[in-house]
């Protein structure tokens, strides 16, 4: 059965019906034993803002020195979004640009969703070499996105500045460690590959500055400019796309190629190193497996937007969407995902909200009054309370379980339930197999991502890692595949639409960071609702309504301290960093707004009460 | 045939929909209706500093004009001038500020402190940075910074004519 909280049943065809009693049956979901009461001589943790997380997230920990463990966390995103307020009342084509700029990294992410929920609601259906750009575009910006934060923002606190700091026993380990991938990346022992990671030196890390604009530009090619493309309409693209755009981003994407096959080696020599070095960094984020994916890469035969065709498209995409909880799949329907979703603002800065204006989705299946399309963006600025409000962000939910979104949720569904990409990327049911060809500077390399056993740091660093691989093959696959419509004749990137007088749409897509949905109400051809949750929405959640940490939360409570340290006064939290950042915490996603000088404030405190 | 002198770059480092943040983007934009010199590039960044730092770093400039709003205690609603760089902060400050720009931190500051810390500053730089008076939502600039788009527009051109083209 899908649901196992929401009074939601499906008949035999698949037909979803709300339960007698309505939504006041919803069952509550299962809660974790709450952790024991706070004891003195806990130490309250406070990074304000996270080091190498742009916005205003302040991540606060109770940290049991004595026990090397963290306590409690709560995550607080200190700064109002405001999107949904801004697009109210405006043109609905107005969307795509300004939903963009709720995000500087991922702009592009955000103007394709709307434009996929104006593809819904209008509705129109883009031309095969439209869904191809979008494809091909989509697909480039995970080349630098997860790049960045594997190299810039996550790597450091794996490079040698940190490690020899944090953990002199293992710094000394990884002196004398060979590497296993070191023909692949070059780097004889862990140490050197540490050093590699070293924030401003390293070599990886300088050379991340560069290769990175590889995938930049084939984003550009396809969409114009980025990360906020003009070019985005419903229906498609406005870019003409000649042979030598899908060349030149061939060309592109092969000259990356290396590159990328040395981030994975990489990261796959830093994880073996850290899991047989300590068992405990198995445990450093460790969460429950429940995971969300909406799926990306659109298939030019069956996407036509419409939510009457929902489960066919989505079930098409490269990367099919998918609900895993507790580790066992739960679903692969978008529809059943979106009838699922939920938002929760308990313990956030916004008023609630009584209204209840769409009881069903356009196919008729029952919607809660806590879903996005019923939503009102209310805000209501307070002061932070952690038994109450204290954040802006909210709790978006799926069948009221706390669930997780990102690359190893992607990898999780494709491997279990996606089709093979032509003869080079093959899902087995409990892996992803693919070999990356030579190219100019290296021999192919055999790659497979196995589903791990845990959710944890290491493991969503690995999976963001083979990701890259995998998301190579789909932009040159892509990249082809828009040659191949250019010798058919097709021309046309984008179709005609007329605006109605009222509508009803949802995009739903995959950000660098997980699933991302953007929910659509236009009344008298203006935006009546504009609801979005990002990724970072999900994973940076506050408790909910039933006291449930949000991801962050939940990965960061019972990690263990590895760190090193002969006084409190020296502790610099690593394991809690480490922990955090393997989400790629982007708070420009879900605070959309900046803090300003990027100064890192870390204060460690001796109160014991943690508040 | 001979290659010509590496240019000069005009850039403006703002994000438009902030009130005062969008300053350099407007100056900019009235600067490219204006008759200048050869081999000089004007370009609009909106967008975060890490691809800004690629762009710059890309290209052989000779020279530099940035234009945007820098808020640093001085009197809102000013425009002022300076010669870059500016001294670079310490390296883990340097390195917090990639951190934000990774991110996609629009801000002048961030890129000139990163440019300069990797040596991709162009050997000469004028600053010019409106004190900003409102940085809060809206495409509209402060009724006191509105007029300092023109006199920027001039400082800029006279800054041009000035520097030898050769």
Known sequence: MCFHNLPVTFDADGTPTLASGGWDAAQPPRTPPPPPAPRPGLTPFTVAPVTRVAGAMDFYTEVDLANRTVHDARTSAAAFRGYEVVLRNRDPREAMDISSRACGVCGGVHSTTSSMA???????????????????????????????????????DFSEAMVSRTEPSLWRRAQTETCRHGDVHGYATVADLMRALNPLSGALYVETFAQTRLGMEIVATMV??????????PGGINVLLEPGSFRRALALAWDLLDYLKRVIAVYEDLTSFFAEANPDYLRNGE????????????????????????????????????????????????????LGIEEFVDHSFYEHWSSHTVPSDPAGGPLSPFHPWNKETKPKPSGRNWKERYTWSTAPRWDREVVEAGPIARNW??????????????????????????????????????????????????????????????????????????????????????????????????????????????????????????????????????????????????????????????????????????????????????????????????????? | ???????????????????????????????????????????????????????????PY???????AAARGRTPGT????????????????????????????????????????????????????????????????????????????????????????
């Open chain 1, 224 to 233: 114009g400019n980025y990360p906020h493309p003009k070019t985005m309409v």
């Open chain 1, 287 to 338: 969460r429950p497996i429940n995971l969300l994916c909406f799926g990306r890469y659109d298939d030019v035969d069956t996407y036509d937007g419409s939510y009457a065709r929902l489960d066919d498209w989505a079930g098409r995409r490269g990367i099919p969407p998918g609900v895993i909880i507790d580790g066992e799949l739960r679903t692969t329907s978008l529809r059943a995902i979106n």
């Open chain 2, 79 to 166: 425009l002022h001038q300076a010669l870059g760089p500016l001294p670079l902060p310490s390296e883990a400050e340097i390195h917090g500020r990639v951190g934000d720009s990774v991110m996609g931190l629009v801000s002048l500051d961030n890129l000139l402190f990163i440019s300069h810390y990797y040596g991709r500053l162009p050997q000469q730089v004028l600053l010019l940075e409106l004190e900003p008076v409102d940085e809060t939502w809206g495409c509209d600039l402060s009724a006191p910074a509105a007029p300092l788009v023109a006199r920027a527009v001039d400082t800029i051109l006279n800054a041009l004519e000035q520097w030898p083209q050769a």
């Open chain 1, 413 to 611: 569904m494709l491997a279990l339930r996606g089709r093979p990409w032509a003869d080079a990327v093959h899902p087995t049911g409990r892996s992803i197999e693919y070999t990356l060809p030579a190219d100019a500077r290296r021999g192919e390399m055999r790659c497979e991502w196995h589903i791990p056993q845990r959710l944890n740091t290491l493991e969503r660093n690995r999976a963001r890692a083979q990701h890259l691989g995998i998301t190579w093959w789909r932009v040159v696959q892509e990249c082809e595949a828009g040659l191949t419509l250019l010798r058919q004749g097709h021309r046309r990137v984008w179709s005609p639409h007329q605006l109605p007088d009222r509508g009803i749409g949802a995009g739903f897509w995959e950000a660098a960071r997980g699933a991302l949905g953007h929910w659509l109400l236009i009344e008298g051809r203006n935006i009546g609702n504009y609801q979005i949750i990002t990724p970072s929405s999900f994973n940076a959640s506050p408790r909910d309504p039933w006291g449930r940490p949000g991801p962050y939360e939940e990965a960061a409570i019972r990690t263990p301290i590895t760190e090193e340290f002969r006084s409190e006064s020296e502790f610099v939290g690593v394991d809690v960093m480490r922990a955090v950042r393997s989400f790629d915490p982007c708070m420009p996603c879900a605070v959309h707004m900046h803090t300003g000088g990027g100064v890192v404030t870390r204060e460690v405190v001796s109160c014991g009460c943690g508040a």
């Open chain 2, 1 to 59: 045939m001979a290659a010509g002198p590496d240019p000069t770059l005009v850039a403006a480092v703002g994000n438009r929909w902030l009130k005062d943040q969008g300053f350099g983007i407007h100056v900019v934009e009235q600067l490219s209706r204006e008759s200048l010199p050869p081999a000089v590039e004007v370009a609009a960044w909106e967008f975060g500093t890490v691809a800004a730092f690629q762009l710059l770093a890309g290209r």
């Open chain 2, 62 to 68: 000779r020279r530099a004009v940035f234009v945007g």
């Open chain 1, 118 to 156: 104006l593809d819904m609601a209008l509705p129109v259906s883009p031309p095969p070499l439209g869904i191809v750009a979008r494809n091909i575009a989509q697909g480039a910006e995970f080349l630098y996105d997860h790049a960045l934060q594997l190299c810039l923002l996550a790597g450091p």
